[in-house]
């Protein structure tokens, strides 16, 4: 029997979400990035998509669908305190000057993105780098062993 080769999809993304999830995953790895999605962070926050390069840098990426999914958030503020730099990504359709400047901007589909404005980079202070690359990699290795063991019983 074969392992699975995707993670599941666990319901709460639209088709949509998910669309731009994935062009902005295969923009950040042409970049060096690696990424996951939907990462708890410390905060009880979970991030869209949250990318790491070879330097121990990190960004986080809010994924913003539609207009009403922009207006009804407000938590974006919050992961400032989790990451270097932090964008949102959206369709080519969305209004782009509803969007704070503050944060950087990346534009994407399914096939890739573009990032349209860096965000400032902020320095993230060692303690919370560390809680934030832990929290990755803890839930990288997870997900690849459910993939390779979706028998496994749960972690304790």
Same mark, same amino acid.
């Given at each position: 029997?074969?392992? !699975?080769? &995707?993670?599941?999809? +666990?319901?709460?993304? =639209? #088709?949509?979400?998910?669309?731009? $999830?994935?062009?902005?995953?295969? *923009?950040?790895?042409?970049?060096?990035?690696?990424?996951?999605? &939907?990462?708890?962070? =410390?905060?009880?926050?979970?991030?869209?998509?949250?990318?790491?390069? +070879?330097?121990?840098?990190?960004?986080?990426?809010?994924?913003?669908? =539609?207009?009403?999914?922009?207006?009804? /958030?407000?938590?974006?503020?919050?992961?400032?305190?989790?990451? /270097?730099?932090?964008?949102?990504?959206?369709?080519? /359709?969305?209004?782009? +000057?509803? *969007? !704070?400047? &503050?944060?950087?901007?990346?534009? $994407? +589909?399914?096939?890739?993105?573009?990032?349209?404005?860096?965000? !400032?980079?902020?320095?993230?202070?060692?303690?919370?780098?560390?809680?934030?690359?832990?929290?990755?990699?803890?839930?990288?290795?997870?997900?690849?062993?459910?993939?390779?063991?979706?028998?496994?019983?749960? #972690? =304790?």
């Amino acid at each position: 029997m074969a392992a !699975p080769t &995707e993670a599941p999809v +666990d319901g709460r993304q =639209s #088709e949509a979400a998910l669309a731009i $999830a994935r062009g902005v995953r295969r *923009l950040l790895r042409a970049r060096g990035f690696v990424t996951v999605t &939907e990462l708890q962070l =410390s905060s009880g926050r979970r991030a869209d998509v949250v990318g790491v390069n +070879d330097e121990g840098r990190l960004l986080i990426v809010e994924i913003k669908s =539609s207009v009403a999914d922009f207006r009804a /958030d407000h938590k974006w503020r919050d992961y400032a305190a989790h990451c /270097d730099r932090f964008y949102f990504a959206v369709a080519v /359709d969305m209004p782009l +000057d509803i *969007l !704070p400047d &503050e944060a950087g901007l990346i534009v $994407a +589909d399914s096939y890739g993105g573009e990032i349209l404005r860096e965000p !400032p980079t902020r320095a993230l202070p060692p303690a919370a780098r560390r809680a934030v690359l832990l929290r990755f990699a803890l839930a990288a290795a997870d997900r690849l062993h459910r993939l390779s063991d979706p028998g496994a019983p749960p #972690e =304790s």
